[in-house]
């Protein structure tokens, strides 16, 4: 079986479900904890949106809600389909880079953040947001919250500031891999439950077995799919912004070209 297709993605839910986890938005997580077994499915839209809308269809299909956060780009920022994800009952947050968009100007970061808050909540009372990781930038959009707080914006939660993973396992695919850590730049939580993954097939026999731990995030990307001509492509083009994207960390030629060709991609 293919790994990251919607195919596999279904099979993760459904050894979820048959495990007896709960499933829960991130936001109910920070408001409504519930006992036992349960799992945030988190959905962090950098792109492909419409990849986003059919793992949000499969959800709904299966009886779970996520959470999707979007950024403010236009790869992400889909009218159409942020609209049909909220009515399928997801939850919507922001994706917000505000402060690398700002360069560390913290007056034009925090008025770009409310601004674009106050746009996504004309599509949902959004209660939640995430930071974007911006590699490229040496500004770490967390920073935003040094002088201002969530709860100035009427926020519940942000995952990598409200959260204690030393008790919710936190499993992420940053990088087409579910062991990809290495090539994350701020993506990065450090857990202590000695689970290392590879495939998804090993995190559905480890819920089977009954070692997976009872609290969990799981940051699923939009890169999943069934159309082979993107997963092939899509592999092909993370196996080359991973390895570059190390190489770049030893380098200053290749980090400024690694920024160049990331700096060109969002702008097309």
């Given at each position: 079986?293919?790994?990251?297709?919607?195919?596999?993605y279904?099979?993760?839910i459904?050894?979820f479900?048959?495990?007896?986890?709960?499933?829960?938005t991130?936001e109910?997580?920070?408001?409504?904890?519930?006992?036992g077994?349960?799992?945030?499915?988190?959905?962090?839209?950098?792109?492909?949106?419409?990849?986003?809308?059919?793992?949000?269809?499969?959800?709904?299909k299966?009886?779970?809600?996520?959470?999707?956060?979007?950024?403010?780009?236009?790869?992400?920022n889909?009218?159409?389909?942020?609209?049909?994800?909220?009515?399928l009952?997801h939850?919507?947050?922001?994706?917000?880079?505000d402060?690398?968009?700002?360069?560390?100007?913290?007056?034009?970061?925090?008025?770009?953040f409310?601004?674009?808050?106050?746009?996504?909540?004309?599509?949902?009372?959004?209660?939640?947001?995430?930071?974007?990781?911006?590699?490229?930038s040496?500004?770490?959009?967390?920073?935003?919250w040094k002088?201002?707080?969530?709860?100035?914006?009427?926020?519940v939660?942000?995952?990598?500031?409200?959260?204690?993973?030393?008790?919710?396992?936190?499993?992420?695919?940053?990088?087409?891999?579910?062991?990809?850590?290495?090539?994350?730049t701020?993506?990065?939580?450090?857990?202590?439950?000695?689970?290392?993954?590879?495939?998804?097939?090993?995190?559905?026999?480890?819920?089977?077995?009954?070692?997976?731990?009872?609290?969990?995030?799981?940051?699923?990307?939009?890169?999943?799919?069934?159309s082979?001509s993107?997963?092939?492509?899509l592999?092909?083009?993370?196996?080359?912004?991973?390895?570059?994207?190390?190489?770049?960390?030893?380098s200053?030629?290749?980090?400024?070209?690694?920024?160049?060709?990331?700096e060109?991609?969002?702008?097309?």
């Amino acid at each position: 079986m293919r790994d990251f297709t919607l195919k596999t993605y279904k099979s993760l839910i459904v050894a979820f479900q048959e495990a007896g986890y709960q499933f829960q938005t991130f936001e109910e997580m920070m408001t409504v904890p519930v006992m036992g077994k349960s799992v945030v499915m988190r959905h962090d839209v950098d792109e492909k949106a419409w990849n986003a809308l059919k793992m949000a269809q499969l959800e709904n299909k299966l009886g779970i809600r996520a959470t999707y956060f979007f950024r403010i780009v236009k790869q992400s920022n889909v009218p159409e389909v942020i609209r049909q994800i909220v009515a399928l009952g997801h939850e919507v947050g922001y994706h917000y880079e505000d402060l690398a968009i700002a360069e560390g100007e913290d007056a034009l970061a925090i008025k770009s953040f409310e601004e674009n808050l106050d746009y996504f909540r004309g599509y949902y009372p959004v209660k939640s947001v995430c930071m974007h990781g911006s590699s490229t930038s040496k500004y770490d959009n967390r920073l935003l919250w040094k002088n201002h707080t969530l709860s100035d914006f009427g926020l519940v939660g942000e995952p990598y500031l409200s959260v204690d993973f030393d008790k919710v396992y936190y499993l992420t695919d940053t990088g087409y891999a579910w062991d990809g850590g290495k090539f994350a730049t701020r993506d990065v939580v450090v857990n202590d439950f000695g689970l290392i993954f590879h495939t998804t097939q090993q995190i559905v026999v480890c819920i089977q077995e009954g070692r997976f731990p009872e609290k969990a995030m799981v940051l699923a990307h939009t890169l999943w799919t069934d159309s082979f001509s993107q997963w092939m492509t899509l592999h092909l083009r993370e196996f080359l912004r991973n390895h570059l994207k190390l190489a770049a960390r030893n380098s200053r030629f290749l980090g400024k070209l690694y920024e160049n060709m990331v700096e060109m991609y969002w702008k097309k």
